[in-house]
């Protein structure tokens, strides 16, 4: 049976949102490594950015706040994709290559789905669980040869693991909190009630002044504007089409898409090693994926 053409749309909506993600771990590599901007100041400064964006479409479109324990939410959703992810990630980059970095943080779908089984308290089969420790197992193992050797793990890569696991939570906590505010609403209220801390973050990593390429503030607007603001909008505007669970997997092709611009644009050399290792996470993410939405 064909997809009729509101699944079709949702599918596009997200695989635009999944684009404008796919953009952020080498626009990081760009503005940390290849501009030489504090990765404090790129990881908190772009959190800003998206917050005056976020602050400016909840006031002209007079969202309602959110109330009681929504506003908790709001924080745990804030601490993981706002605040988490960003800044180890932007940290993680100063030394991990864009495509190295890209296959560890293919882990995520998976991570994700277990962390949604976690929130809503599901018991999947135990082939989700098996698929799940697959896929991390095939991360960590990459991580460890790619650092020197067996028993060799590079901070950076400490580092990216814990992005994935606050974006996980994060992820998993907005999905849900966007059926009671909105899936925009959701993220912008995050940015908003994350600001004054990030605002102190990117004041703090900028008392001695910030200086870069062009190319690295144009990477650091757009990991402001698109990755944190408006590739949310098309990404949930998906979701909420839905199917959500067939939506969500679109996600699983953002590595592959990762890997790709590394390579292009900042011509970083992807060998076999990066190819398979990242293969076998984003199998691994898929069939854990696949197996929850079943």
Same mark, same amino acid.
């Given at each position: ?76 959703? *804030? ?22 970095? *890209? ?68 992820? +998993? ?20 009630? +994350? ?87 984003? +199998? ?11």
């Amino acid at each position: 049976m064909s997809e009729s053409p509101i699944a079709r749309s949702g599918l596009l909506w997200g695989f635009v949102g999944v684009i404008a993600f796919s953009f952020t771990v080498p626009f990081t590599r760009v503005a940390v490594a290849g501009a030489g901007l504090p990765p404090l100041f790129v990881g908190a400064g772009r959190a800003v950015v998206a917050a005056v964006l976020a602050a400016s479409a909840l006031l002209l479109t007079r969202q309602a706040l959110p109330r009681g324990t929504q506003w908790l939410r709001v924080g745990v959703v *804030a601490s993981g994709v706002v605040i988490g992810f960003p800044v180890l990630t932007s940290f993680a980059l100063t030394t991990a290559s864009a495509s190295h970095s *890209a296959v560890v943080i293919a882990l995520l779908p998976a991570a994700t789905a277990v962390a949604a089984v976690w929130r809503v308290g599901e018991r999947p089969r135990p082939a989700f669980w098996v698929s799940a420790g697959v896929g991390a197992g095939c991360a960590v193992v990459f991580a460890v040869l790619q650092g020197g050797g067996l028993g060799t793990l590079r901070a950076s890569d400490l580092l990216l693991f814990g992005a994935v696991v606050a974006a996980a939570i994060g992820y +998993a906590e907005g999905g849900s909190l966007s059926r009671e505010l909105g899936a925009w609403q959701t993220i912008s209220w995050a940015l908003v009630v +994350a600001a004054p801390v990030m605002l102190v973050l990117t004041a703090f990593s900028a008392r001695d002044g910030v200086s870069g390429t062009a190319s690295g503030w144009w990477a650091f607007a757009y990991l402001g504007a698109v990755s944190m603001f408006l590739g949310f909008f098309a990404w949930y505007r998906g979701l909420a089409i839905g199917p959500m669970a067939t939506v969500s997997q679109v996600q699983l092709v953002q590595p592959v898409f990762g890997i790709a611009w590394a390579g292009l644009l900042l011509g970083e050399s992807v060998g076999w090693s990066t190819v398979l290792g990242g293969l076998a996470v984003i +199998a691994s993410a898929a069939l854990a994926v696949r197996t929850r939405s079943r």
